[in-house]
T-cell receptor, first 114, second 119 residues
């Protein structure tokens, strides 16, 4: 079956540090890949996505590249801010007609300190 | 655009009562809505897929008589936790996928979640 594995947190960084959150997946075919962010007390928000190999999703300074050869979709940001403190979820949606369910990783909590 | 409203955001009730949670897509129609449960320090667990006009599809291990789902219109799905007990306390999140067809490439949009506490 499909699965998503992401690095366990929590991750604590100083402001302006470089961020990488690793995410690897197992799926048949060509899934779509997503990063969601959950700020404290709120629901999930879509951060970025990529739908085919070598696509790069980007938003709010975050980037992730769909690497089929390594089955990875690592999240990166060059300079984090305190406001980036949240839980980040990597997710995939299987390919194929009628496929729409998401499979999530366990989430990585990021804390950015001034 | 693509706003999903979930209500209530927080509910505390006594053991044995039933609690209804609403999930509304405010500016789009959604044939399909999803209900998730989030345990502390864990990921979201898909509970069921709610299909407008038909019975919900439950994931393995989720009691359909315990978690009643109704998707009466293209903009509203409800989850009722019947005879709730302390072990049902959790964070419940709904999501909706824009569109009225099957499949497609639209991402899901999530509500803000409902924190349910059963005393």
């Amino acid at each position: 079956g499909n699965s998503v594995t992401q690095m366990e947190g929590p991750v604590t960084l100083s402001e302006e540090a470089f961020l990488t959150i690793n995410c690897t997946y197992t799926a048949t075919g060509y899934p779509s890949l997503f990063w969601y962010v959950q700020y404290p007390g709120e629901g999930l928000q879509l951060l970025l996505k990529a739908t085919k190999a070598d696509d790069k999703g980007s938003n709010k300074g975050f980037e992730a590249t769909y690497r089929k050869e390594t089955t990875s979709f690592h999240l990166e940001k060059g300079s984090v801010q305190v406001s980036d403190s949240a839980v980040y979820f990597c997710a995939l949606r299987a390919s194929g007609a009628g496929s729409y369910q998401l499979t999530f990783g366990k989430g990585t909590k990021l804390s950015v300190i001034p | 655009g693509a706003v999903v409203s979930q209500h209530p955001s927080w509910v505390i009730c006594k053991s044995g009562t039933s609690v209804k949670i609403e999930c509304r897509s405010l500016d789009f129609q959604a044939t399909t809505m999803f209900w998730y449960r989030q345990f502390p320090k864990q990921s979201l667990m898909l509970m069921a897929t709610s299909n407008e006009g038909s019975k919900a599809t439950y994931e393995q291990g989720v009691e359909k008589d315990k978690f009643l789902i109704n998707h009466a219109s293209l903009t509203l799905s409800t989850l009722t936790v019947t005879s709730a007990h302390p072990e049902d306390s959790s964070f419940y999140i709904c999501s909706a996928r824009p569109g009225t067809g099957i499949g497609g490439n639209q991402p899901q949009h999530f509500g803000d979640g409902t924190r349910l506490s059963i005393l």
